[in-house]
């Protein structure tokens, strides 16, 4: 049958050369736009190392100097601090709520803001992201990261006594950094802009997690927050106990929120589940806009290349007609002419995907693939998507499968039409 | 002639059912792709209310400071000063408005029956703002330079926020609390679309309302602040005298100065200034080859496709080709009927396209005009993205869509009409059974 297949397609070359020009030129633009969305969707998907379901955010704000209600009285430090604590006091309090931390620096899980550091070991330095926490406020239980085995847990570490240089670092810190040995205990140092040396010791290790939606994994580190500067970017996490739905707490927190979280001139503002904070982040980095595009466009081509073998193999009806009714004359079932013209499709998309392909291949191998382009992902990854050879086949292997599924749909709408033809009337013109 | 092509053509469409419709259906595909992206664009630099005076309008977003010393850098926008002493003061504009726009404030409106409160876009500027953004007031006035000089809370508002707040658009003298303080309404306008961003807000302000407006921002450079500043000139050639008027005081105060030096990337004519993102140099080659590449690739994609269909048709018009040649018609005049033909079905698919197109970007107005933007900038809550009679229907997109039919067409049909043509008489004859 095979052969037979290359000798229909032969015979016919002429028509099924644009069919093939098209196909090759498909291939590689489905390439070139599946690379990104392959990359971004398995990516976004990657566990984030914290659980993001019954998380909440509460942003806080405080009443301008000219605003109603203005209270001179309550806007030092001590007085704000003071309204804060009792603020915290009613969330925690609330019913439905497990813990609740605040967060006072504007660089914490997918903040708008962020803050980085270069931290060293010997002569190895690396990137890391830097978190902020005030220590004794339930900061890791309250966003679910979990201590890796042999480390303090989350619970000891949100309220452990530290010292101005200690941290807490991510797995992948302390491997990276200190390959093979107890992180916890060690020094890491980082270099200042005066040129000073500043040494940090490592006090406890928690699992892997993923900062900020898009990226993988990066190195982050905790650093303890001991002032209390209430004001602007002033934020509480909430942590809602298992079972409490999302639809019916935020109904009815919202309007006691309003009503009830104010104090001095210091009031909540707004609450957002961390679901759609990473949603927001995603959309506000393009992660969602290139994703949609990319597949809008892809749907666009696929659509055309549909189009086009359906065209090719449908206006050839009549006289491929013709041949199916003498090869049904000559015993063939309807079902072996349906996988002959399948088989032609299979060969041209194959023979198109490779060329393709190869072409493509060119490119990548001087350009490279698609990748994020954070300088926080230096990290060697180990999954499949960080290797050249498993990313180059894997992205393929997809765009071949979607391809050839395109052009077999395409080809057996006419196909069946086809391959049903009665011999007599088909030959009758013979 | 061309009415006798018009009617074979048109017998041919009816004859050939399937043809025609995968003909039509894969060009309407590819025109409407085109002409979402062609609109989007269009959007961004044509005259769209209130942004009627495109054309004369300059914007200088981006202002450097370079440190000789260091050779550092700082960049951002004008700062106060620069504002109030240079760009008020500049001698060939007809307006100037400085828009100010503080990083990371946001404003809300708290409403009287104490729900939660409602997140406003606020635009921070002068009353200069009115006449370089040609606003339909639907009541009243923008506020007056007396208020801008004092400072005081009076505001212009859209008119869905009217509606929103107050239930009608007869607000005028009505007060409301932003940001717990009192706010009174000066004057109603026919909202913006979100589409138009430099004019886009729910509510105008004085700048000078804005606590610490006047500020050197953060112990920074005071050359360095957070205003856009528009300027609107008679025509070109002023817009060129402006900018020479704004290089020389750039050059005369950087002669003044030993440790820095000002850079700036404009004033840029509105157009330009649509497509320049932070203070790079805008990168002509880069933005053609995007947008110029994905174009062609929605057209040669389709082109390839139609290729293929017509050439298997023209090989079934061979003998009618044949017969027509017999009789005296010469290729050229041949291909020109074949072209025809095709171009009244690419027409037909163009209008296909573009009703598609129309459906797709009013029916996704909230989201498809993000998609080309590099960082999604998300419609404010409350807010719908208004698509205006104007942004569809302008003969600009009559003109592209028809150009690229054309363009289409000969991308599809030339290559195979004219191989097809070539083939003799007799040959072509032979091919009917």
């Given at each position: 049958?095979?052969?037979?297949?290359?000798n229909n397609?032969?015979?016919?070359?002429?028509?099924?050369?644009?069919?093939?020009?098209e196909?090759i030129?498909?291939s590689?633009?489905?390439?070139?736009?599946?690379?990104?969305?392959?990359?971004?969707?398995?990516?976004?998907?990657?566990?984030?190392?914290?659980?993001?379901?019954?998380?909440?955010?509460?942003?806080?704000?405080?009443?301008?100097?000219?605003?109603?209600?203005?209270?001179?009285?309550?806007?030092?430090?001590?007085?704000?601090?003071?309204?804060?604590?009792?603020?915290?006091?009613?969330?925690?309090?609330?019913?439905?709520?497990?813990?609740?931390s605040?967060?006072?620096?504007?660089?914490?899980?997918?903040?708008?803001?962020?803050?980085?550091?270069?931290?060293?070991?010997?002569?190895?330095?690396?990137f890391?992201r830097?978190?902020?926490?005030?220590?004794?406020?339930?900061y890791?239980?309250?966003?679910?990261?979990?201590?890796?085995p042999?480390?303090?847990?989350?619970?000891?570490?949100?309220?452990?006594?530290?010292?101005?240089?200690?941290?807490?670092?991510?797995?992948?810190?302390?491997?990276?950094?200190?390959?093979?040995k107890?992180?916890?205990?060690q020094?890491?140092?980082?270099?200042?802009?005066t040129?000073?040396?500043i040494?940090?010791?490592?006090?406890?290790?928690?699992?892997n997690?993923?900062?900020?939606s898009?990226?993988?994994?990066?190195?982050?580190?905790?650093?303890?927050?001991?002032r209390?500067?209430?004001?602007?970017?002033?934020?509480?996490?909430v942590?809602?106990k298992?079972?409490i739905?999302?639809?019916?707490?935020?109904?009815?927190?919202?309007?006691?929120?309003?009503?009830?979280?104010?104090?001095?001139?210091?009031?909540?503002?707004?609450v957002?589940?961390?679901?759609?904070?990473?949603?927001?982040?995603?959309?506000?980095?393009?992660?969602?806009?290139?994703?949609?595009?990319?597949?809008?466009?892809?749907i666009f081509?696929?659509?055309?290349?549909?189009?086009?073998?359906?065209g090719?193999?449908?206006?050839?009806?009549?006289?491929?007609s013709?041949e199916?009714?003498?090869?049904?004359?000559?015993?063939?079932?309807?079902?072996?002419?349906?996988?002959?013209?399948?088989?032609?499709?299979?060969?041209?998309?194959?023979l198109?995907?490779?060329?393709?392909?190869?072409?493509y291949?060119?490119?990548?191998?001087?350009?490279?693939?698609?990748?994020?382009n954070?300088?926080?992902?230096?990290i060697?990854?180990?999954?499949?998507?960080?290797?050249?050879?498993?990313?180059?086949?894997?992205?393929?292997?997809?765009?071949y499968?979607?391809?050839l599924v395109?052009?077999?749909?395409?080809i057996?709408?006419?196909?069946?039409?086809?391959?049903?033809?009665?011999?007599?009337?088909?030959?009758?013109?013979? | 002639?061309?009415?006798?092509?018009l009617k074979?053509?048109?017998?041919?469409?009816?004859?050939?059912?399937?043809?025609?419709?995968?003909?039509?259906t894969?060009?309407?595909?590819?025109?409407?792709?085109?002409?979402v992206?062609?609109?989007?664009?269009?959007?961004?630099?044509?005259?769209?209310?209130?942004e009627?005076?495109?054309?004369?309008?300059?914007?200088?977003?981006?202002?450097?400071v370079?440190?000789?010393?260091?050779?550092?850098?700082?960049?951002?926008?004008?700062?106060?000063?620069l504002?109030?002493?240079?760009?008020?003061?500049m001698?060939?504009?007809?307006?100037?408005?400085?828009?100010?726009?503080?990083?990371?404030?946001e404003?809300?409106?708290?409403?009287?029956?104490?729900g939660?409160?409602i997140?406003?876009?606020?635009?921070?500027?002068d009353?200069a703002?009115?006449?370089?953004?040609?606003?339909?007031?639907?009541?009243?006035?923008?506020?007056?330079q007396?208020?801008?000089?004092?400072g005081?809370?009076?505001?212009?508002?859209g008119?869905?926020l009217?509606?929103?707040?107050?239930?009608?658009?007869?607000?005028?003298?009505?007060?409301?609390n932003?940001?717990?303080?009192?706010c009174r309404?000066?004057?109603?306008?026919?909202?913006?679309?979100?589409?138009?961003?430099?004019s886009?807000?729910?509510?105008?302000?004085?700048?000078?309302?804005v606590?610490?407006?006047?500020?050197?921002?953060?112990?920074?450079?005071?050359?360095?602040?957070s205003y856009?500043v528009?300027?609107?000139?008679?025509d070109?050639?002023?817009?060129?005298?402006?900018?020479?008027?704004?290089?020389?005081?750039v050059r005369?105060?950087?002669?003044s100065?030993?440790?820095k030096?000002?850079?700036?990337?404009?004033?840029?004519?509105?157009?330009?200034?649509?497509?320049?993102?932070?203070?790079?140099?805008?990168d002509?080659?880069?933005?053609?080859r995007?947008?110029?590449?994905?174009?062609?690739?929605?057209?040669?994609?389709?082109?390839?496709?139609?290729?293929?269909?017509?050439?298997?048709?023209?090989?079934k018009?061979?003998?009618?080709?044949g017969?027509?040649?017999?009789?005296?018609?010469?290729?050229?005049?041949?291909?020109?009927?074949?072209?025809t033909?095709?171009?009244?079905?690419?027409?037909?698919?163009?209008?296909?396209?573009l009703?598609?197109?129309?459906?797709?970007?009013?029916?996704?107005?909230?989201?498809?005009f993000?998609?080309?933007?590099?960082?999604?900038?998300?419609v404010?809550?409350?807010?719908?993205?208004?698509?205006?009679f104007?942004?569809l229907?302008?003969?600009?997109?009559?003109?592209?869509?028809?150009?690229?039919?054309l363009?289409?067409n000969?991308?599809?049909?030339?290559w195979?009409?004219?191989?097809?043509?070539r083939?003799?008489?007799?040959?072509?004859?032979?091919?009917?059974?």
């Amino acid at each position: 049958m095979w052969k037979l297949i290359i000798n229909n397609l032969w015979s016919r070359r002429k028509r099924n050369g644009w069919l093939l020009a098209e196909l090759i030129l498909v291939s590689v633009v489905t390439w070139v736009i599946m690379d990104p969305v392959v990359v971004l969707l398995h990516d976004t998907s990657l566990p984030l190392g914290y659980d993001a379901d019954r998380l909440y955010l509460i942003e806080m704000a405080s009443l301008d100097s000219h605003a109603q209600g203005y209270d001179e009285q309550a806007s030092d430090s001590a007085s704000r601090t003071d309204n804060f604590f009792r603020l915290m006091n009613k969330i925690r309090n609330y019913p439905g709520v497990e813990s609740a931390s605040p967060l006072l620096v504007a660089s914490y899980l997918n903040s708008q803001g962020n803050s980085s550091r270069g931290f060293q070991v010997d002569s190895l330095s690396l990137f890391t992201r830097v978190m902020y926490f005030n220590p004794g406020q339930h900061y890791f239980e309250t966003y679910g990261i979990k201590a890796i085995p042999g480390s303090p847990s989350a619970e000891e570490l949100s309220k452990a006594d530290y010292g101005e240089h200690d941290i807490v670092v991510t797995r992948n810190f302390a491997e990276s950094l200190l390959p093979g040995k107890q992180a916890i205990g060690q020094q890491v140092f980082y270099v200042d802009y005066t040129g000073d040396t500043i040494y940090y010791r490592i006090a406890g290790v928690v699992e892997n997690i993923r900062a900020y939606s898009g990226e993988r994994a990066s190195l982050v580190t905790f650093w303890p927050h001991f002032r209390w500067n209430i004001g602007e970017q002033t934020r509480v996490l909430v942590r809602l106990k298992p079972g409490i739905s999302s639809g019916h707490f935020m109904n009815e927190f919202r309007p006691w929120m309003v009503k009830e979280l104010r104090a001095g001139n210091l009031f909540a503002r707004s609450v957002i589940s961390y679901p759609q904070l990473i949603k927001n982040y995603e959309y506000q980095w393009g992660t969602s806009n290139k994703i949609r595009l990319n597949a809008a466009v892809v749907i666009f081509f696929l659509i055309n290349l549909c189009l086009g073998v359906i065209g090719t193999f449908w206006l050839q009806t009549r006289k491929r007609s013709e041949e199916a009714g003498i090869m049904r004359s000559f015993g063939a079932t309807p079902g072996y002419i349906m996988r002959m013209l399948l088989g032609e499709g299979f060969v041209l998309c194959t023979l198109a995907f490779v060329m393709g392909c190869l072409g493509y291949l060119q490119y990548a191998l001087k350009e490279g693939l698609y990748g994020i382009n954070s300088f926080m992902s230096r990290i060697a990854d180990d999954d499949w998507i960080s290797s050249f050879e498993t990313h180059f086949l894997g992205v393929s292997l997809i765009v071949y499968i979607i391809i050839l599924v395109v052009v077999l749909i395409g080809i057996y709408l006419p196909a069946r039409n086809i391959s049903r033809v009665n011999p007599v009337d088909a030959l009758r013109d013979e | 002639m061309i009415r006798l092509y018009l009617k074979q053509a048109w017998e041919l469409l009816k004859q050939n059912k399937l043809f025609s419709m995968l003909y039509i259906t894969g060009t309407g595909l590819a025109i409407a792709m085109t002409m979402v992206v062609f609109v989007a664009h269009y959007i961004k630099v044509a005259p769209i209310y209130p942004e009627t005076n495109r054309a004369q309008t300059w914007v200088l977003k981006s202002v450097s400071v370079q440190y000789l010393k260091t050779k550092g850098n700082s960049n951002w926008q004008s700062s106060y000063k620069l504002v109030r002493d240079w760009w008020y003061a500049m001698q060939e504009t007809e307006t100037v408005s400085a828009v100010y726009q503080p990083w990371g404030i946001e404003d809300f409106i708290q409403p009287d029956n104490m729900g939660a409160d409602i997140k406003v876009e606020v635009k921070y500027t002068d009353p200069a703002f009115f006449q370089i953004f040609q606003f339909k007031f639907l009541d009243e006035k923008p506020f007056s330079q007396a208020d801008f000089d004092s400072g005081i809370m009076n505001a212009v508002i859209g008119e869905s926020l009217a509606r929103r707040l107050f239930g009608t658009t007869d607000v005028v003298g009505k007060t409301f609390n932003l940001n717990y303080t009192d706010c009174r309404v000066a004057g109603v306008v026919k909202d913006a679309s979100f589409l138009t961003s430099s004019s886009f807000a729910q509510l105008y302000l004085p700048y000078t309302s804005v606590t610490g407006y006047d500020n050197v921002n953060g112990g920074n450079d005071d050359l360095l602040g957070s205003y856009i500043v528009y300027f609107k000139v008679k025509d070109d050639a002023q817009g060129m005298a402006l900018k020479a008027e704004v290089d020389e005081l750039v050059r005369k105060y950087n002669a003044s100065q030993e440790e820095k030096k000002l850079v700036l990337l404009g004033p840029d004519i509105f157009w330009k200034s649509a497509y320049r993102h932070g203070n790079a140099p805008l990168d002509w080659w880069e933005l053609i080859r995007q947008w110029g590449g994905l174009v062609l690739i929605f057209l040669l994609v389709p082109a390839l496709n139609l290729c293929g269909m017509i050439s298997t048709r023209m090989e079934k018009r061979l003998p009618e080709m044949g017969i027509c040649k017999a009789f005296g018609a010469n290729r050229g005049r041949l291909l020109r009927q074949v072209l025809t033909e095709n171009l009244i079905l690419t027409c037909l698919g163009g209008l296909l396209g573009l009703c598609l197109a129309w459906i797709v970007l009013i029916a996704g107005r909230n989201w498809v005009f993000t998609l080309f933007e590099r960082y999604g900038d998300s419609v404010p809550e409350g807010v719908d993205t208004i698509v205006s009679f104007d942004m569809l229907f302008s003969p600009w997109v009559f003109m592209v869509g028809f150009a690229v039919c054309l363009l289409l067409n000969m991308l599809s049909a030339l290559w195979p009409a004219w191989k097809a043509l070539r083939k003799n008489i007799v040959y072509s004859l032979n091919q009917k059974k």
